[in-house]
């Protein structure tokens, strides 16, 4: 089973701030996603990255999978409190149904 | 937003008993999942389905079984649920899987098992 790990699990920022999130993994991945998911809510994909080195920016958000294929990161600017949530990263072998999530790192945004 | 709807939304047993859990879909999707969420270990995939009645077991489906008699409802059972299965179930839903594979959630059955 590969694992995917995401640092930090916790983060509390006030509005403004930079912050980055990682997700990290001995394995190689054909594809990674991110997610957001808010209480009481299922994930939300905001993005899928499938070739290494690839940098793709939502708004605020910019994610980046590493050359090697095996981590990515999601930057956010500017982090304002809609911006608060759990962050998912899930990455995929390309076998069948074999997304494996991370841990998630909760966001708190405040004013 | 994706048609899934889980149901119930919430549940309370005890343990020893069956519970079912039922997932409905108005995408026509083929691919539907059944995942838990716990803190500390994120999403974990318990069952999925590729059609009807073609169903696969994921990372943790011991004591959870599934079917899927049409292409919008997908049934989680636990036939005997334990303190252990206490936890937040998730319904996903795809078009394809693979590199391109975009997974859509329901919004999750609370199960607590006392």
């Known amino acids: 089973t590969q694992l995917l790990e995401q640092s930090p699990q916790f983060l509390s920022i006030q509005e403004g701030e930079n912050l980055t999130v990682y997700c990290n993994s001995s394995?190689?991945?054909?594809?990674l996603q991110w997610y957001r998911q808010e209480p009481g809510e299922g994930p939300v994909l905001l993005v899928t990255?499938?070739?290494?080195?690839e940098v793709k920016k939502l708004k605020r958000l910019t994610f980046q999978f590493g050359d090697a294929r095996k981590d990515s990161s999601l930057h956010i600017t500017a982090a304002q409190p809609g911006d608060t949530g759990l962050y998912l990263c899930?990455?995929?072998?390309?076998?069948?149904?074999?997304?494996?999530f991370g841990t998630g790192t909760r966001l708190q945004v405040t004013l | 937003d994706a048609g899934i709807t889980q149901s119930p939304r919430h549940k309370v047993t005890e343990t020893g008993t069956p519970v079912t859990l039922r997932c409905h879909q108005t995408?026509?999707?083929?691919?539907m999942y059944w995942y838990r969420q716990d803190p500390g270990h994120g999403l974990r995939l318990i069952h999925y389905?590729?059609?009807?009645?073609?169903?696969d077991k994921g990372e943790v489906s011991d004591g959870y079984s599934v079917s899927r008699s049409k292409t919008e409802d997908f049934l989680l059972t636990l036939e005997s649920a334990t303190s252990s299965q206490t936890s937040v179930y998730f319904c996903?839903?795809?078009?394809?899987?693979?590199?391109?594979?975009?997974?859509?959630f329901g919004s999750g059955t609370q199960l607590s098992v006392l």
């Open positions: 996903a839903i795809s078009e394809s899987q693979g590199k391109a594979e975009k997974l859509f």
């Open positions: 394995s190689v991945f054909s594809s």
């Open positions: 990255v499938v070739t290494g080195g």
């Open positions: 899930a990455g995929n072998t390309g076998t069948a149904s074999k997304l494996t």
């Open positions: 995408e026509n999707h083929r691919y």
């Open positions: 389905s590729y059609g009807v009645k073609d169903t």
